[in-house]
Structures are given as C-alpha cells and as structure tokens.
C-alpha cells in the first residue's frame, strides 16, 4: 500500500515537470504614431508625402497605382495566454489590427486617408 502511494506521488510529481502556463503580448508592424492626440493636422489637399513619412515615419507598405501612391500602415497587437499540461493544451489568443492608409495624387498632395475603427492605444516608445 504505501509503495502505491509512493508511486503515485512520483508519477504526480513527474507529471508537473511537463506543466506549464504562458501569457504574452506580441507588437509588429510600425508604431502607430497617427494615433497620437499630438501629431500635427492632417488636411486633405494641403499635407504632403513628405509631410507624412516626417510625421509617421516609413509605412508598411507603398503602392504605386498609376497616377496616385498609397501609403499603408499597420500594427499588429497579440494577446495570448495558455497552458500545457501532461495529456491537455490550451492557448487562447486575440489580435487586433491598427491601420491607416494615405492617398497621394500626381503632385504628392493627400488626397484622402483612413484609419481603422480598430484602434491600439498608441504609447510614445521611450
């Protein structure tokens, strides 16, 4: 009797060699400075591309489509926490996108932009 309790508790104890529990949070993408309640205004035909890259930095990624560019930026937040036990796994994760895309005609003007109604609340890097 007491060498199967013996047992037991060895196998219990082995088994927590193989357990384990994680949060993280993951950001890629460019910081979402068009966030910022600081940035100067944006204005629709006034702001130009060069006034963008200053403000926003290099985007994403940069479309030429024919007669007009397209600025794109993104930021990708990942949330996740789970566990790993000895027979059962668990991992639960949330993503959220942030983006904003800028339009440029022929002179390098805005010609119009948007933001994502996602939104990850922008946090000035240190």
Known sequence: MLR???IAV??????????????????????NQWRDNALPPIEKGKTTETQILELLGPPSQVMNLGDQ?????????TEGKGGYLLI??????KIIYDRAIFFFDKNRILKDYALSKESIEY???Q
């Open 4 to 6: 199967m309790r013996y």
């Open 10 to 31: 060895f196998i219990f104890l082995s088994s927590m060699i193989f357990f384990g529990c994680f949060q993280a949070t993951e950001e890629k993408g460019v910081l």
């Open 69 to 77: 560019v397209i600025f794109y930026y993104m930021m990708e937040k």
């Open 88 to 93: 059962y796994n668990w991992n639960n994760k």
């Open 123 to 125: 946090e000035k890097s």
